[in-house]
């Protein structure tokens, strides 16, 4: 870059030095300023958004606390690799349902869905957040392409066998989806884990509140 | 969180003055490029490729002013070089001029010895007042000559098709 | 004498075998046509009207292409067209309907070849293409896979019903499909059950050999595609080097992964009876057009598809993968073709003279 | 037994019973005109020793070779020397060749021909003179003056003598008729090259196709000892001197090198003849076997014709043509040249003159490569032709190289199997020429840049004379230029003389 | 500031013409292609994108044409660079705090346009040496240039592919904008092929086939108004 | 054995350019003859394994324990700029054999998104060090094998007598789609 106006003091060092660390200054001064112009509402926006999900796979009518608040952090090894993320709901003081944040792994990827049970065990809801499955094929489970989803409501480890919980194809319950069993196939059997995870769940809670209440007592 | 800019700020310093030694210490001299351009050009500086001798054309080659098959004396052979060099399509080039030959019409030579003085390559022979003739292997057909001539007996051609260099054309389809 | 003048732009030499262009792609034709004729009978008639459609889809896009292009039609003579679509018909379901017909057809010559410049200059293999595309495209129409119906029996559908089933009036009747062989083992492994028994319980190797199977419209009898494939060895059209270093890779790879368990992976002998391995080994991986030019090279090109065709089968997510395996060392093909060149005659394999013998007489 | 065979080639259909079963025809009548190209050889142009009008006897020298690599022309019959013009020269370009005409008297008079000792009491090199003085060169095809190769010869530990007896070319017969007709000349001729190079062995290697001619040589040779008959697999290019002497001694030349490198020197039948004609009887090469034969030719035969006869007149002694022939060759059909004129004479490496029908030839319009491979296949030399004319045909020469290019021996396997018949030997005919016409220009350039330098220089030097002739008080500083002068133009001339 | 240094700026109309069509980022630069390719699955999706994009390149280009007088070569690559991540980042944050909705449909492609060439593409072949007038008009023709190409192939790849076209476009451009959705082919299950990656390359290759069809319809129809004009009476 | 997967996963199933789309434009750019392509992924190998280790390294020893998050892309790039100019500088110095097959192609790479989508990924999927870094090196993998493979495919398609329509880019990017259909093979693998 030969420009006409080039003095020499742009050759020394400390010059590009300064131009560098002067932008990098700048640059840091008005991101920072622009995270603490934005950051609260960001955070609002993502614990509405999670709020809102929780919607709808959860009445409001079911809680008056904040399961966000409240959620915690569970594993069963044996039948999730990864943590479990729990939101429990409480209606005055009682338990009134869970919603738990799953993940399964569908043939192009993982598959994170978000589903609600209350205190019976017994599905509310099941919504997929995340998917990477082929479009066209298998992203009917999604809600705004179709209700197959909406297929779970109602189902609990009681009123469907440990066979019923599987797809036609492997002599279970739920459709699956012409071409693609896959996907729907690792969706029941999550859904089914999940139905696990939160008896297992539940019992230990009990188990504690009642050993609490016992000692307490 | 203003430790963050600090940092970033000092990071940014230092690698603004590391790039600028860099720049400094590791400086390569002004483009080679010309100089290698120049030493693969004929070097007879006769000016057919429309620039005053070899190393103006290497500079406009390396500039991207000049094609590099503008050199006639070259030839195929220093269009592929220079565009291996330059990196360049050659199916991008255009027709190159055909390399030329000087010829003297001994009828008509007086023997001034106009022309030998002008051949950059001494491609011309005779004595004073003798006829003279062009050595058709040194000859570049740079037309220095027949601009010189008097007479005006020097005439420019392609080169003749001989046994010697008549080869196959390449085949039509397929 | 003057037209002894004007012919002088040819070199020599002026002597030349009889060999042509169409008559290597009839020949090829002609092997396939058992393998085709006994496809027909298993299938019935939808399984023609597929093929019938297929090749004519195929000829009139080449037809076209041609046109395009300003070129001579009479090229059509050439019969690759008519030959891609052949073999595309041969790995297709084979109850397809008309416009996933029209559509093999039309995507293998026009994208395949044309796109490319035509006959000789396409650098995957059209059919192929075809068939891989037509399978991520419509995933449920291309793995349909309809029960042997051979013509003259009972439940073979009849010329008014073939045709409503072409033309999608009537969808294919219920209990009219099944599982293929690989497509039951894939869905054993994913379900987690030993494919060592699903297989011994419902497939045998016979039957899968001979053909009398389910599967794509020419792919089920290994046996007659075998027959035709060493005709075509025999007039030398192709050379046994793709063909043997494909089958054997397969058969390696699969029987060493069988020794490690026999519950999670298939035995090499239904490896080799079963899906397109054998079309692919004979027919399709030997394609010229792309598939490498040197000896070397060839055995290269085919223990690599047998390599990949494996891996996709044992842990993809594909039950069968001649295609993509082919395509994939397609792929590789120019790399090929330009590292592995024959030794040239005074030159040793990396292309430097070979030593001289004998020293100069002192004096 | 024949060490290992030759890599690819490919089986013509031999064509040869046309004219195997004939005897060569001796007598043709003489023509009135022979036409003598200076330039009928590999290398350097002849010089004409004789001028327009001199009358010449059959067997006089008329042009004496041109430098190192170059021959004697001598003349075929006697006569007048009526023209030394250019004619049209039988070579596909159709362009003009210089030629001493001669008019024949019809006395077909000889000069008188030396007296001869025993050559083998000769000394090798002597011997090899008198080759050269012979004006003999390569009869197989490749016209290479056989001097020159017998000297190479010598410098080189030369183990096996290989005559080559092949003649794989469809059609031609011209070599095995001789060696029917002429077996003991050809052993004579073959203990003389041994003599000359001082060979261990020699090996006269005939294909198995040719059984008659086998068995002439085997009963002439039988008599000495180290003479071997072999037979080697009839195919196509087994003449060709790599591949013949890889099937005899398994070995291969290096590429780039001769076959003088591995101890091994290749000669034609018919250049073993000329020399025992040559050492002999002191006959220098005025006459050659040609096979004359075709779909168009009337009756197709071997004729033993003079240099320099017009193609028309051997055509006409076999009893003409029959049909407009597709081609017109001299050679065989698979490295033979288009002839542009049926005028154009006989030389010294007419091999054959056909006339091929349009079904012989099978031409057809290209189409493009379908990479079949058949060339790789059939490339003698282990090539990949398909490669080589594909870069060919975008000019990216480099690449064409890099699979071959410099090793093709432009035999035409590849091209004869190609389905698609794409011309391929055409395109490497191409490329080669063009890869020649670059180097030259390359040369040139290397030259006139000297030439440059050269004058700079001297120009520099002259202003630096002038500067001191100045200073040494201007004293006629005109003469000194002009003389200085002179100088350049000297230097310009005497290098265009060395090279 | 200099601009005695700058060569010449070119004409509005050449910076527009460029834009638009001659010297298209995508089609014609080839720039810019992994935005470009990875969120066109439909039409809505590339109107998206594009409409972010446009906003970085119009701020980019003209904070780049204001400082570069003071730039060095040295630092050149590292100051445009920092000053581009930092502008992405800003918008990023704006459309997220502000404009939530609308980041909910763009957020992930927002973080993209830092690694899109076609950026750091127009600051150094434009900006750099330009004034902040043309470097900001260079920047909107860019930026519509290649948001109607994304537009362009996010439609052909959501046609073939579900046989709808901006569909959800409602969610970004608001209700008012509910009429842009259509279906195109009813019960049309699409080919799968055209939103999966093979599709986006290829969608790509038959829009610059078929700029250069039309491209050789313009200069036919050039040639032939000129030899027209050439007739006299 | 995890190791191995993730890095044959990067290869092959969600390799960076064909699935992630990452990298496109060099690999439209820089393939048009196969040493150029293969100089390219060389240089980018270098580079992505470099940029994976500073990445991580940034990340966890300074962003992470001041908070400062949003300063990632920022941080980042800056980083990598500055590596490949110095790089660039020194090669082009000491080594001019290597410049010229290598260094020519390094300020193509500061610009090449899949370097820093490669660090940004590498954050996202919370990769430990060793992660990073076998994730850098199959994406640079990944990268260089479709890059040698495209050129080669290109180089013959060059001598091709393609419709004018479609010669030069046109058909390259169809052919790049095709081989991206011929990777989804290895789809479901994981
Ligand atoms: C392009 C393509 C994408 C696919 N995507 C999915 C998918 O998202 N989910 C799924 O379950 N199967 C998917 N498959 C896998 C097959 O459709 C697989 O054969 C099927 O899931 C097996 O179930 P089936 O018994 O219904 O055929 C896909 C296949 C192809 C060709
Ligand atoms: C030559 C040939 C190649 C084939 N390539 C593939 C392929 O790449 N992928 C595939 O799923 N099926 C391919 N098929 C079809 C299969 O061989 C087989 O018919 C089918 O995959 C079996 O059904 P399944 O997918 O339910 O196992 C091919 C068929 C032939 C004849
Ligand atoms: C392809 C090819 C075929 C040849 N065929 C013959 C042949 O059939 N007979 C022959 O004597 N020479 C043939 N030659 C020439 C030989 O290679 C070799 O030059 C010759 O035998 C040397 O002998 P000469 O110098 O005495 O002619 C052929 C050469 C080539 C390249
Ligand atoms: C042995 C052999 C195998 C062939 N296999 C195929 C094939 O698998 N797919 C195809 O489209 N064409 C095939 N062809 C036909 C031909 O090569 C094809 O049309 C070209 O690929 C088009 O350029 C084959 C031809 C031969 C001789
Ligand atoms: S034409 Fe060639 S030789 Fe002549 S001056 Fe120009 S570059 Fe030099
Ligand atoms: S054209 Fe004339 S002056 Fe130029 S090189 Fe030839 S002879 Fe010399
Ligand atoms: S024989 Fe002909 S068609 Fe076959 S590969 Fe060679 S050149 Fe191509
Ligand atoms: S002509 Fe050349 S390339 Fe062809 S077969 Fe003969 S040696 Fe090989
Ligand atoms: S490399 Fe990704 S946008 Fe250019």
New interface residues.
């Given amino acids: 870059m030969a420009t006409i106006l080039n003095p020499t003091y742009r050759s020394r060092l400390g010059y590009q030095a300064a131009l560098l660390g002067g932008m990098c200054y700048l640059m840091s001064m008005l991101l920072i300023g622009g995270n603490t112009a934005t950051h609260q509402l960001i955070d609002q926006h993502v614990l509405n958004d999670k709020l809102a999900l929780l919607d709808q796979v959860m009445p409001h009518s079911l809680y008056d606390n904040d399961p966000v608040a409240d959620s915690q952090v569970i594993q069963y090894r044996d039948l999730f690799k990864e943590p479990i993320e729990i939101l429990p709901a409480r209606l005055g003081n009682e338990f009134s349902g869970a919603a738990l944040n799953l993940t399964v792994q569908g043939w192009g990827g993982p598959l994170n869905f978000i589903m609600a049970v209350d205190a019976s065990g017994q599905v509310l809801g099941v919504r997929v957040i995340n998917h990477k499955e082929t479009p066209g094929l298998a992203d009917k489970i999604e809600l705004e392409k179709d209700d197959w989803i909406t297929g779970f409501d109602g189902r609990s480890l009681s009123n469907t066998s440990h066979i019923q919980w599987a797809v036609k194809k492997d002599n279970g319950e739920f459709d699956q989806f012409t071409g693609a069993t896959i996907t729907p196939r690792a969706l029941v059997s999550g859904v089914y884990r999940g139905l696990q995870c939160f008896q297992h769940w539940r019992q230990q809670a009990q188990a504690q509140t009642r050993a609490k209440e016992e000692s307490g007592s | 969180m203003f430790v963050a800019t600090l940092v970033l700020t000092a990071l940014g310093l230092l690698l603004g003055w590391l790039l600028g030694l860099a720049a400094r210490v590791f400086a390569v001299e002004e483009n080679p490029i010309v100089n290698e351009v120049e030493a693969l050009l004929p070097g007879t500086q006769c000016g057919q490729c429309g620039f005053p001798g070899c190393s103006a054309a290497a500079e406009a080659m390396v500039e991207g002013n000049a094609a590099v098959n503008c050199c006639p004396p070259g030839g195929r052979a220093l269009t592929e070089s220079l565009a291996e060099l330059l990196n360049i399509d050659l199916n991008s080039l255009g027709d190159a001029p055909v390399p030329q030959l000087a010829t003297i019409d001994e009828t008509l030579c007086t023997g001034c010895t106009k022309c030998y003085k002008a051949c950059p390559t001494d491609a011309i022979v005779g004595a004073t007042r003798q006829i003279h003739a062009v050595i058709s292997k040194a000859c570049t057909g740079c037309s220095k000559c027949k601009d010189v001539c008097p007479e005006d007996c020097i005439s420019l051609n392609p080169e003749p098709l001989t046994l010697n260099t008549w080869h196959w054309t390449k085949p039509e389809a397929a | 004498m003057n037209a002894i003048r004007e012919s002088v732009h040819r070199a020599a030499p002026y002597a030349h075998d009889r060999s042509s262009v169409d008559r290597i792609m009839l020949q090829v034709c002609l092997a396939l046509t058992p393998a085709t004729l006994f496809g027909f009978y298993l299938f019935g008639l939808p399984a023609i009207l597929t093929f019938v459609s297929i090749c004519l889809a195929a000829i009139a896009t080449e037809a076209i292409c041609l046109l395009l292009q300003g070129q001579s039609i009479s090229r059509l003579r050439d019969a690759s067209a008519l030959l891609t679509g052949w073999l595309l018909a041969m790995s297709m379901p084979p109850w397809c309907p008309w416009w996933l017909c029209l559509g093999a057809g039309f995507f293998a010559i026009a994208i395949g070849k044309h796109l490319y410049g035509g006959i000789g200059q396409n650098v995957f293999n059209p059919a192929m293409l075809a068939r891989v595309a037509l399978l991520i495209s419509f995933p449920v129409q291309m793995t349909t896979w309809v029960q042997v119906t051979p013509l003259g029996s009972e439940q073979a559908p009849g010329l008014l019903q073939s045709l409503a089933i072409f033309f999608e009036q009537q969808s294919i009747p219920d209990g009219y499909t099944g599982a293929t062989l690989l497509g039951a083992a894939k869905a054993a492994a994913n379900g987690g059950s030993a494919i060592s028994e699903l297989v011994a319980d419902n497939y045998s190797l016979t039957q899968s050999f001979l053909g009398n199977t389910l599967g794509s419209l020419g792919e089920t009898s290994e046996l007659l595609i075998l027959l035709g494939g060493l005709w075509l060895l025999r007039r030398r059209i192709i050379s046994w080097h793709i063909p043997v270093a494909m089958l054997g890779s397969t058969l390696l790879l699969s029987g060493l992964f069988y020794m490690v368990s026999h519950a999670q992976y298939l035995s090499p002998w239904y490896h080799l009876t079963s899906g397109g391995v054998m079309l692919g080994a004979f027919f399709i991986a030997t394609d010229y057009v792309t598939s490498p030019s040197s000896t070397a090279g060839k055995l290269i090109f085919g223990a690599g598809c047998g390599l990949v065709m494996y891996v996709i089968r044992a842990w993809g997510g594909f039950p069968e993968a001649v295609g993509f395996a082919v395509l994939f060392m397609n792929a590789l093909t120019p790399l090929i073709d330009r590292v592995v060149k024959p030794r040239a005659y005074g030159r040793d394999q990396r292309g430097n003279p070979i030593k001289n013998v004998s020293a100069r007489k002192a004096s | 037994m024949f060490g290992i065979a030759m890599r690819g080639g490919v089986h013509p259909e031999t064509k040869k019973d046309l004219t195997a079963e004939r005897s060569i025809i001796r007598q043709l009548p003489l023509p009135k005109r022979l036409y003598l190209p200076l330039s009928q050889h590999a290398g350097i142009e002849s010089r004409a020793q004789v001028q327009v009008g001199d009358r010449v006897l059959k067997g006089q020298l008329v042009a004496r070779s041109g430098g190192p690599l170059s021959a004697n022309l001598h003349a075929p019959t006697s006569g007048t020397v009526v023209a030394i013009e250019p004619i049209i020269a039988p070579h596909p370009s159709g362009l003009p060749a210089v030629a001493i005409v001669i008019e024949s008297d019809g006395e077909d008079q000889w000069m008188t021909l030396p007296t001869l000792d025993d050559p083998l009491a000769l000394s090798p090199d002597e011997l090899a003179d008198k080759v050269e003085a012979a004006g003999i060169v390569g009869m197989g095809g490749a016209i290479f003056p056989a001097a020159v190769k017998l000297r190479q010869g010598r410098r080189f530990e030369i183990k096996t003598l290989i005559i080559n007896g092949s003649e794989c070319e469809p059609y031609l017969t011209c070599d095995d008729r001789l060696m029917q007709e002429r077996a003991e000349a050809i052993i004579d001729g073959a203990r003389m090259i041994r003599h000359i190079i001082e060979a261990f062995e020699v090996i006269i290697a005939i294909e198995d196709n040719k059984p008659d001619a086998t068995a002439a040589l085997k009963k002439a040779a039988a008599p000495f000892g180290m003479i071997e008959v072999r037979n080697v697999p009839t195919q196509y290019p087994m003449g060709s001197a790599k591949q013949l002497i890889q099937a005899v001694t398994g070995k291969e030349v290096p590429a780039g090198g001769r076959s003088n490198d591995i101890g091994v020197l290749v000669h034609n039948v018919g250049t073993v003849y000329a020399i025992h004609e040559a050492l002999r009887f002191g006959r220098p090469l005025i006459s050659r076997i040609v096979t004359v034969s075709g779909g168009c030719v009337q009756s197709p035969h071997n004729v033993e014709a003079l240099i320099g006869t017009p193609v028309r007149d051997i055509i006409q002694a076999c009893g003409g043509l029959n049909a407009t022939p597709a081609r017109l060759l001299m050679g065989g059909p698979m490295m033979g040249q288009i002839i542009p004129s049926i005028d154009s004479p006989v030389i010294k490496g007419c091999t054959g003159v056909l006339a091929l029908t349009r079904q012989e030839v099978n031409e057809h319009v290209p189409s493009p490569c379908i990479r079949c491979s058949r060339c790789v296949d059939a490339c003698p030399m282990g090539l990949v032709p398909l490669e080589m004319a594909k870069h060919a045909k975008v000019d990216d020469f480099d690449n064409a190289q890099q699979y071959g290019l410099r090793d093709c021996i432009l035999c035409g396997s590849c091209a004869y199997v190609c389905p698609s018949h794409i011309p391929l030997v055409q395109f490497f005919e191409y490329a080669k020429g063009e890869l020649k016409e670059r180097r030259n220009s390359e040369h040139k350039q290397e030259y006139t840049k000297r030439l440059t330098e050269q004058r700079n220089e001297r120009i520099e030097r002259e202003k630096a004379a002038k500067l001191a002739a100045k200073k040494a008080k201007k004293k006629k500083p005109s003469r000194q230029s002009e003389a200085a002068a002179s100088e350049p133009a000297a230097t310009a001339q005497e290098e265009s003389a060395e090279s | 500031m200099?601009t005695?240094?700058t060569p010449k700026a070119p004409a509005y109309r050449t910076i527009f013409r460029d834009g638009l069509w001659d010297n298209n980022v995508a089609m014609g630069q080839?720039?810019?292609?992994?935005p470009?390719?990875?969120v066109t699955?439909s039409a809505t999706n590339g109107l998206g994108m594009g409409m972010a994009t446009l906003a970085v390149l119009m701020l980019t280009n003209t904070l780049v044409s204001l400082i570069r007088?003071?730039?060095?070569?040295?630092?050149?690559?590292?100051?445009f660079?920092?000053?581009i991540?930092?502008v992405?980042?800003?918008v990023d944050?704006?459309i997220?705090?502000?404009m939530?909705e609308l980041?909910?449909v763009l957020g992930l492609f927002i973080?993209?346009i830092?690694?899109?060439?076609a950026i750091?593409?127009r600051v150094e072949a434009f900006a750099s040496k330009q004034p902040v007038l043309p470097a900001m008009a260079d920047a909107l023709a860019m930026g519509i240039g290649f948001t109607w190409v994304l537009v362009a192939i996010g439609a052909m790849r959501e046609v073939l592919?579900?046989g709808t076209l901006f569909a959800h476009a409602s969610l970004l451009l608001g209700d008012h904008f509910t009429w842009l959705e259509v279906t195109v082919i009813p019960d049309f299950?699409?080919?799968?092929?055209?939103?999966?990656?093979?599709?986006?390359?290829?969608a790509?290759?038959?829009l610059?086939?078929i700029k250069?069809?039309i491209d050789r319809g313009i200069k036919a129809r050039q040639e032939r108004a000129a030899l027209a004009g050439l007739v006299t009476q | 054995m995890d190791y191995l997967l993730l890095f044959i996963g990067t290869v092959l199933v969600n390799n960076i350019v064909l699935v992630k789309f990452l990298g496109l434009c060099p690999l439209m750019g820089v393939s048009n003859n196969l040493s150029a392509a293969f100089g390219m992924g060389l240089a980018t190998t270098f580079v992505l394994t470099l940029s994976a280790l500073a990445s991580w390294i940034i990340e966890h020893l300074l962003l992470v324990p001041l908070h400062i998050e949003f300063l990632r892309i920022l941080s980042f790039i800056l980083i990598i700029a500055a590596v490949v100019q110095f790089t660039e500088a020194v090669v082009r110095k000491t080594s001019p054999l290597l410049h010229k097959n290598l260094g020519v192609f390094l300020p193509l790479i500061t610009t090449n998104c899949a370097v820093l989508g490669v660090a940004l990924l590498n954050v996202r999927e919370e990769y430990s060090l060793v992660q990073s870094l076998v994730f850098g090196m199959g994406s640079a993998l990944g990268f260089s094998i479709v890059m040698v493979i495209f050129a080669g495919l290109r180089e013959r398609i060059a001598m091709a007598s393609v419709p004018a329509t479609f010669a030069g880019t046109p058909v390259s990017l169809v052919t790049a789609g095709l081989l991206s259909l011929v990777f989804m093979g290895f789809s479901g693998m994981i």
């Fill in positions: 200099s005695a240094s080839m720039l810019g292609l992994c470009l390719l990875a699955t007088g003071i730039v060095t070569p040295q630092v050149r690559i590292p100051v660079i920092v000053l991540a930092s992405v980042t800003l944050m704006a997220n705090a502000w939530h980041y909910k973080a993209l830092v690694t899109n060439c750091f593409g592919g579900s299950s699409g080919i799968l092929l055209s939103i999966l990656p093979p599709g986006a390359f290829m790509l290759g038959f610059i086939a250069r069809l």
